[in-house]
Nanobody, 123 residues
Framework: VQLQASGGGLVQAGGSLRLSCAAS????????VGWFRQSPGREREFVAS????????NYADSVKGRFTISRDNAKKMVHLQMNSLKPEDTAIYYC?????????????????WGQGTLVTVSS
């Protein structure tokens, strides 16, 4: 499976962005999908994930209530709606997929990755 993330950009604090992850290849609907982010000098961290059917989601505490992950299996797309953005949300955001549970919070558990998309939140 190949993944392409998009939708990043520059936004003021309090604003919103919607990231998208487009997948190619078969069996996308069988995968859990996750979003991670990495800011300079920090390790890649879990942001959100969604199971194969879209009825189970997980969020990092830092984004809970502000970010929403969703998927459209027919279009092979996953979205991350980011509201009330803060400067500390500034990072490169990556999407990833794995077979099995979406309740996996470490990058080593996610074998397939797309290139990142940069989100910059100004204060």
């Amino acid at each position: 499976v190949q993944l392409q993330a998009s939708g990043g950009g520059l936004v003021q604090a309090g604003g919103s962005l919607r990231l998208s992850c487009a997948a190619s290849g078969r069996a996308f609907s069988s995968y859990a999908v996750g979003w991670f982010r990495q800011s300079p000098g920090r390790e890649r961290e879990f942001v959100a994930s969604i199971n194969w059917s879209g009825d189970s989601t997980n969020y990092a505490d830092s984004v809970k209530g502000r970010f929403t992950i969703s998927r459209d299996n027919a279009k092979k797309m996953v979205h991350l709606q980011m509201n009330s953005l803060k400067p500390e949300d500034t990072a490169i955001y990556y999407c990833s997929v794995r077979y099995g549970s979406s309740s996996a919070y470490y990058e080593d558990a996610w074998p397939y990755w797309g290139q990142g998309t940069l989100v910059t939140v100004s204060s």
